[in-house]
């Protein structure tokens, strides 16, 4: 059977600041492809992903998810993630979550499409706000479980609880986006969750981003001042990107 797998979300799924040596920017749902492929080397498998940074989950449904099952030939997996920007900003709403989760669990299920909800890992620990994202993201993680209990062709990878993801080598220095080992760890989870198991990548202390006085400043500095500026004048850092594989890419083993 061809495999057709397709990512729509975020900057998670987009693979935000996982980049190879030569420079181009991988992510976890890339990695999950190449998995498959090598897990499944005789048969071929191919790849979309639609996913966007900065992008909030009704954007993600009502527009990636129409065009994910749009694609020709249709897909036969998907992953999607969504919430986490607008956990970032005011007037979560459960009702709204339920709604459009709900969309994606029904239009897959109506083409049988098999769904991957993917969580991303839990970056509070040193953010401001921090007891307000973790406790937006256990409730999206709830709302989730509830809606999925007793369905068949879903699988649910919660990386928020896992405490292993809160350890600093595997986020990014902007420590709202996880790193390359970031990435493989939720790479691993995703395609052991998907029947082929993976063993995560090993890291250290010595592996997190440097901190102190001028890591803190230097922090602020690049990320947190300019996040601000987006926010005060209604930019998104996904403004004017298009998705990085908007059509079917064979995924060589």
Same mark, same amino acid.
């Given at each position: &059977?061809?495999?057709?797998?397709?990512?729509?979300?975020?900057?998670?799924?987009?693979?935000?600041? /996982? +980049?190879?040596?030569? !420079?181009?920017? =991988?992510?976890?749902?890339?990695?999950?492809?190449?998995?498959?492929?090598? #897990?499944?080397?005789?048969?071929?498998?191919? +790849?979309?992903?639609?996913?966007?940074?900065?992008?909030?989950?009704?954007?993600?449904?009502?527009?990636? %998810? /129409?065009?994910? @099952? #749009? @694609?020709?030939?249709?897909?036969?997996? %998907?992953?999607?993630? !969504?919430?986490?920007?607008?956990?970032? $900003?005011?007037? *979560?709403?459960?009702?709204? &979550?339920?709604?459009?989760?709900?969309? =994606?669990?029904?239009?897959?299920? #109506? &083409?049988?499409? *098999? %769904?991957?909800?993917?969580?991303?890992?839990?970056?509070?620990?040193?953010?401001?706000?921090?007891?307000? &994202?973790?406790?937006? !993201?256990? $409730?999206?993680?709830?709302? =989730?479980?509830?809606?999925?209990?007793?369905?068949?062709?879903?699988? *649910?990878?919660?990386? @928020?609880?896992?405490?292993?993801?809160?350890?600093?080598? +595997?986020?990014?220095?902007?420590?709202?986006?996880?790193?390359?080992?970031?990435?493989?760890?939720?790479?691993?989870?995703?395609?052991?969750?998907?029947?082929?198991?993976?063993?995560?990548?090993?890291?250290?202390?010595?592996? #997190?981003?440097?901190?102190?006085?001028?890591?803190?400043?230097? +922090?602020?500095?690049?990320?947190?001042?300019?996040?601000? !500026?987006?926010?005060?004048?209604?930019?998104?850092?996904?403004?004017?990107?298009?998705?990085?594989?908007?059509?079917?890419? @064979?995924?060589?083993?």
């Amino acid at each position: &059977m061809t495999i057709r797998i397709v990512s729509i979300g975020d900057s998670f799924a987009e693979g935000m600041n /996982d +980049y190879l040596p030569d !420079g181009t920017e =991988v992510g976890w749902a890339d990695r999950v492809a190449a998995g498959l492929a090598a #897990a499944h080397a005789d048969q071929e498998v191919w +790849y979309a992903n639609l996913a966007i940074r900065g992008r909030r989950i009704e954007s993600i449904v009502v527009e990636q %998810l /129409d065009a994910a @099952l #749009a @694609l020709e030939p249709p897909p036969t997996h %998907l992953t999607f993630n !969504g919430g986490g920007n607008d956990m970032l $900003r005011p007037g *979560f709403s459960d009702e709204r &979550m339920i709604e459009l989760t709900s969309r =994606v669990l029904d239009h897959c299920a #109506a &083409m049988g499409v *098999f %769904l991957v909800i993917v969580t991303g890992a839990d970056p509070s620990d040193k953010l401001p706000a921090a007891k307000r &994202m973790r406790r937006l !993201g256990t $409730r999206l993680t709830q709302i =989730v479980e509830g809606l999925i209990a007793g369905r068949e062709g879903v699988v *649910f990878v919660d990386n @928020l609880h896992d405490v292993e993801g809160r350890r600093g080598a +595997y986020w990014s220095e902007d420590r709202l986006h996880l790193g390359s080992l970031g990435h493989e760890w939720i790479a691993s989870r995703v395609l052991t969750a998907m029947g082929v198991p993976t063993q995560a990548p090993v890291v250290t202390d010595a592996d #997190a981003p440097p901190g102190g006085l001028v890591g803190e400043l230097r +922090y602020w500095r690049a990320y947190v001042l300019p996040w601000m !500026g987006r926010r005060l004048t209604g930019r998104s850092s996904g403004d004017g990107r298009a998705p990085k594989f908007a059509t079917w890419t @064979l995924i060589k083993p």
